[in-house]
């Protein structure tokens, strides 16, 4: 799933807001950017997988919660309207969202968490 939703994550629409790093890549990351990266960036994890339909024994569709952060020195806003753009559009269903300030980087930080099952 995690690849799943980082091809999700790779959309210009979400490239555009945040931009590359030095290498050209997307500043998108399972779990945890690379030290050094400067903001914008997003990281993006699975917070739970669960099984909710199940056939003679075997789990058939599985729901997973996936956490999107991204991390900003200003404004996240049109990172935030991207991603819920993207993943709306994808078939993710949001769940909470919330912002926070993270003194140690000073950095802006704000979280989308997301379900999407396995059909």
Partial sequence: MESKIREDLLDNRI???????KDG??????????????????????????????????????????????FSKGSYENIRNAIKEVLKDKGYYRGICGS????????FHYLLRYTKGDY
């Fill in 100 to 107: 926070m300030y993270e003194k140690d980087t000073k950095l």
């Fill in 15 to 21: 490239i555009n807001t945040i931009g590359r790093d």
């Fill in 25 to 70: 890549n997307p500043k998108i990351y399972l779990l945890n950017a690379p030290e050094g990266t400067l903001a914008p960036y997003i990281e993006y994890q699975i917070v739970t997988d669960e099984g909710i339909l199940f056939s003679e024994g075997e789990e058939q569709i599985t729901s997973h919660e996936i956490q999107v952060d991204i």
